[in-house]
């Protein structure tokens, strides 16, 4: 199994900036990707960033330019850090790791999400 602990979230004014960091505990998996999803009331979780065991990194259109996702490998930790926030990016942002090991006896690659932590931007 793969335990996912976030933290930095918070209250931000606009303009403000946040760090997220997300910390996997995976000792005998091996870590594929590392992301960052948002999700508000109502509406489907989306893609934040992502960057892959190689990494290259991928972002959407609304935060490129603004954030920044990196790894720490030998850390298993993935951050995210949010500059220029505005109010549309407030949401609870869920960290993802696809790893590759035994899960039930059985070998493959498998999604964990983390708890995920409220980031607000007030205007």
């Known amino acids: 199994q793969v335990q996912l602990v976030e933290s930095g979230g918070g209250l931000v004014q606009a303009g403000g900036s946040l760090r997220l960091s997300c910390a996997a505990s995976a000792s005998i998996w091996r870590i594929n990707a590392m992301g960052w999803y948002r999700q508000t009331p109502g509406k489907q979780r989306e893609l934040v960033a992502s960057?892959?065991?190689?990494?290259?990194?991928n972002y959407a259109e609304t935060v490129k330019g603004r954030f920044t996702i990196s790894r720490d490998n030998a850390k298993n930790t993935v951050y995210l850090q949010m500059n220029s926030l505005k109010p549309e990016d407030t949401a609870v942002y869920y960290c993802?790791?696809?790893?590759?090991?035994?899960?039930?006896?059985?070998?493959?690659?498998?999604?964990?999400w983390g708890q995920g932590t409220q980031v607000t931007v007030g205007s």
């Open positions: 993802n790791v696809e790893a590759t090991g035994y899960k039930g006896g059985l070998y493959g690659m498998y999604e964990y």
């Open positions: 960057v892959i065991s190689g990494g290259t990194t």
